[in-house]
């Protein structure tokens, strides 16, 4: 019995990885949209209150999620950090990087398709 909760549980946590990523890229790509400069910064704690708006379960947890995919964009090239502190890392894109022209034309799930298939060269 205890196999089938362990698998349980790890498809469980497969799809509120991908939620999670979903809801990354949505957030990076609303502020892509809404952007006047060309420079968007941003921190986990800011996409775990947008992803509080879908889900109400516990936002520590899920920041740790979206700093680990946050932390992948970076290793990709796709995003960079700009500043590290006390209270963590901030991360940007900048308006000449070819993943901001990526988020304004495709959808999340295409996006995120792309990623996870690392079809998306853009270093």
Do not use: C
């Amino acid at each position: 019995m205890a196999d089938i909760r362990t698998l349980s549980r790890t498809y469980s946590d497969k799809i509120d990885s991908v939620r999670i990523k979903l809801i990354t890229i949505k957030f990076l790509r609303e502020q892509v949209q809404n952007a006047r400069g060309n420079l968007i910064t941003f921190r986990p704690s800011k996409v775990a209150q947008d992803l509080h708006i879908y889900d109400r379960q516990d936002l520590r947890a899920k920041t740790v999620l979206i700093r680990a995919f946050l932390d992948d964009l970076v290793q990709r090239g796709y995003i960079t950090i700009i500043k590290r502190s006390a209270r963590g890392k901030v991360y940007g894109l900048y308006k000449n990087n070819k993943f901001w022209d990526v988020l304004m034309v495709y959808e999340p799930e295409k996006i995120l398709e792309l990623i996870e298939s690392e079809k998306l060269d853009i270093a």
